[in-house]
């Protein structure tokens, strides 16, 4: 986990005041992570294997298999959720999909913080396991509008032969708004 990976987790994560949900946690080190700072915090992942992983290495923490468009939690329960990384791989069609879910499941004022590959435009590229996307901040962050959030902050990096990287805080704004 780089460094200005931890920094930016902790501080978002020291904001927020209530149960978090680790979206697309994979093997769990995001969710230990997010524990460790003091969290109420479950991670859910479509991966089974993923979240044996998380169970054994972490076994203090809530893990459980679930889709990041069916978090399976009641509405407007949670205060925030960590999407590091976990819609990549997503196709930018069902992206919207995902958002929605996350606005559903985030009590007004909660918090998201979404990680990703930034790029010059959302277009597809070869990953480790399956085709990912890069995206704008523009556009992500228009599509988080689109769900009803209201963006607060962004952050790009680029480490030496790396990706681009981006990070997008947003809140969920009143359902009446």
Not at 115 to 133: I, K, L, R, S, W
């Amino acid at each position: 986990m780089p460094e200005p990976d931890r920094k930016l987790v902790s501080r978002w994560a020291g904001e927020v005041s209530g149960p978090v949900i680790d979206a697309g946690c994979g093997p769990g080190q995001w969710t230990d992570f997010l524990r460790g700072q003091g969290c109420d915090v479950e991670g859910v992942d479509l991966v089974p294997n993923f979240i044996e992983i998380a169970r054994s290495r972490f076994p203090d923490g809530s893990y459980r298999v679930g889709e990041l468009d069916q978090l399976g939690v009641p509405d407007r329960s949670v205060a925030g959720i960590l999407s590091w990384y976990s819609i990549i791989h997503t196709d930018p069609e069902n992206v919207p999909r995902i958002l929605d879910e996350f606005a559903r499941c985030l009590c007004d004022g909660g918090s998201l913080l979404l990680g990703m590959f930034e790029g010059t435009q959302v277009e597809p590229f070869p990953h480790a396991v399956t085709t990912a996307y890069f995206w704008t901040i523009e556009e992500m962050s228009q599509r988080l509008v689109e769900s009803g959030f209201q963006v607060e902050a962004t952050e790009s990096r680029v480490d030496p032969g790396r990706r681009p990287h981006a990070a997008i805080v947003a809140r969920r704004v009143r359902a009446d708004q």
